[in-house]
């Protein structure tokens, strides 16, 4: 049966790409689908926009394929990636200036359309809310400090850019699996009606779309039984023309891929697994099977899908003030004490010097600060360190930075035995994230494709 | 008798803006049986107070053993406006992991 084998690339920006080398050299795929946009990206990369209109884009781009293209080109391998961020036309202007001086020719597409911050008041005079998905709130609360509003888009206008010759297909923001999807549908001549074949074609690309999180990477399990983790492969699947699909890694790598590796990512950021709605299919993940056919491979199929929906998810990011952080350590004996201790005395100089925050969270590295209210408050006593770290939330960059000037002086003044002071933190934006939704009619009329020879 | 979660399942948690998703993965049908009882929305909302300031959701997914929860309003915020160390809630996974159940 006719069938296409894929890589998973990047997971998200600043992910690693040395496995993918593995996967072109030794894991015979012809395409590689790289996911650079985690929910979180867009909101960096519109800082980078801020500062200079010619970036919004993942840099990560240019080095990356500078270093995969050597092997990928004699092979054949074509790449989908969503580095286009918030700049697709950006990244492929930077592209095509990397390739002309490799003498490297090859066609490279762009998707554009996903941007649509600009269309917001056109979009509302049509009578669409924009109001918040989860909690309803009248976007007219964000509105002014809107700074970006990308739409997810499906696989359609990648499948376009494919079928016009694109060696490299340069996107904005789509939906993660969709960057998977669409080699798929192109290489195996699927109809967009064909549910059930797109909705294992998703759950393909959901699997992959998290780099090592497939192949034994952030394990819950037994992560001590994972092999080698420092040469981790990625994961690689093999999509057959019905839809059923292998999932494996590359001869010779680290990590494991197994049932158990590969039903935690199933449900990786998952809300409804029964229906877990992407723009080309509302997918059915619990009707799927899972199993082991060899080392390292697991068998999937049996998904199953219905209609697309009706409308497209957007997400937009708005400025919500900066925060301002300090860190302090403190040693044993009595290290969480003294650091409570240095806490109090900070709130209190907050109040006295009047630093107005909208919110102040303490944390106490060593104790409490990644399980919260749930860390186990016994046997503290014995702990060999513990840093203290505040941050606050202003609405004001100045003030956010008045935080760190009241933790330095903490070194002479305040309780015994420092273990170095983290320093003064420069305050850092941060960014509300507002997601809606949007009738699809309305946002694909401006999706478009353009494909361009470069190089040489 | 009790027994914490740790010692019956594995956990991976993920996030979506405010919202966290923690999924608990079980080795066979008996343990997911004892969870489906166990294991409530309710409980798992009462187990994070202090952290997560909205509703929980629970769904089934038999076919790989697992329960899934949609934690709302779990984030600070979401991960690009939080104040928390554990800004992509990552490690809620391994928190939920600290409940302890009825196995008797």
């Given at each position: 049966m006719q069938s296409v084998r894929i890589a998973g690339g990047l997971g998200f920006y600043g992910d690693s790409w040395r496995p993918i080398r593995a996967s072109i050299e030794r894991g015979d795929v012809q395409y590689v689908a790289s996911d650079h946009l985690a929910e979180l990206t867009l909101a960096i990369l519109q800082k980078d926009r801020q500062r200079d209109p010619s970036l919004g884009y993942?840099?990560?781009?240019?080095?990356?394929?500078?270093?995969?293209?050597?092997?990928?080109?004699?092979?054949?391998?074509?790449?989908?990636?969503?580095?286009?961020?918030?700049?697709?036309?950006?990244?492929?202007?930077?592209?095509?200036?990397?390739?002309?001086?490799?003498?490297?020719?090859?066609?490279?597409?762009?998707?554009?359309?996903d941007a649509v911050l600009e269309r917001i008041d056109e979009l509302q005079a049509t009578g669409v809310a924009l109001s918040h998905m989860d909690t309803g709130q009248d976007i007219a609360s964000v509105r002014e400090r809107l700074l970006f509003a990308s739409a997810y888009l499906g696989a359609h206008p990648l499948v376009e850019a494919l079928e016009a010759g694109a060696d490299i297909v340069l996107t904005g923001r789509v939906a993660d699996a969709a960057l998977f999807l669409a080699p798929m549908v192109y290489e195996l001549g699927w109809r967009w009606d064909e549910w059930d074949k797109l909705a294992q074609g998703i759950v393909v690309g959901h699997l992959l779309e998290c780099s090592g999180q497939a192949t034994g990477g952030n394990f819950g399990g037994d992560w001590r039984s994972i092999p080698d983790l420092a040469h981790i492969g990625y994961p690689i699947a093999e999509v057959f023309a019905n839809g059923d699909a292998v999932i494996s890694k590359a001869p010779g790598t680290g990590g494991r891929v197994n049932f158990d590796t590969l039903r935690e990512q199933l449900l990786y950021e998952v809300h409804n697994p029964a229906h877990y709605l992407t723009p080309d299919v509302d997918v059915d993940m619990t009707t799927l099977h899972m199993e082991e056919i060899g080392p390292d491979q697991v068998r999937v199929t049996g998904a199953s899908g219905r209609p697309a929906p009706a409308t497209l998810k957007i997400v937009a990011g708005y400025e919500d003030g900066y925060m301002g952080q300090a860190m302090i350590g403190y040693a044993w004996p009595d290290a969480l004490a003294k650091a409570q201790a240095a806490a109090q005395i900070v709130q209190q100089q907050m109040q006295e010097v009047g630093l107005r925050s909208e919110e102040t969270l303490v944390e106490y590295l060593g104790y409490n600060s990644i399980h919260g209210p749930l860390a186990d408050p016994r046997h503290t006593e014995e702990l060999n360190e513990v840093y203290l770290r505040i941050a606050v939330r202003c609405m004001d960059k100045r003030e956010a930075a008045k935080l760190g000037r009241l933790l330095t002086p903490l070194g002479l003044s305040g309780p015994p035995f420092?273990?170095?002071?983290?320093?003064?933190?420069?305050?850092?934006?941060?960014?509300?994230?507002w997601p809606t939704l949007a009738p699809r009619e309305l946002i694909e009329e401006y999706v478009r494709v353009s494909v361009e020879e470069a190089g040489a | 008798m009790k027994t914490q979660l740790v010692r019956l399942a594995d956990a991976r948690s993920g996030d979506k803006g405010d919202k966290a998703n923690i999924a608990l993965f079980?080795?066979?049908?008996?343990?997911?049986?004892?969870?489906?009882?166990?294991?409530?929305?309710?409980?798992?909302r009462a187990h994070f107070a202090g952290i997560v300031t909205g509703q929980v959701e629970r769904f089934e997914a038999p076919n790989v053993l697992a329960l899934n929860f949609v934690l709302h309003g779990a984030l600070n915020g979401g991960a690009s406006r939080s104040l928390r160390s554990d800004t992509l809630g990552k490690s809620l996974s391994s928190a939920l992991l600290r409940m302890e159940i009825e196995v008797s």
């Open positions: 993942t840099r990560d781009l240019v080095p990356m394929l500078a270093d995969l293209l050597p092997l990928a080109i004699p092979r054949g391998v074509k790449f989908i990636l969503n580095a286009g961020g918030l700049n697709p036309l950006a990244a492929r202007e930077a592209l095509l200036t990397a390739l002309k001086k490799f003498g490297v020719r090859l066609k490279v597409g762009v998707v554009l359309g420092i273990g170095g002071a983290g320093g003064m933190i420069e305050p850092r934006q941060l960014l509300g994230i | 079980v080795p066979d049908r008996a343990t997911y049986d004892l969870l489906l009882r166990e294991v409530t929305a309710e409980r798992v």
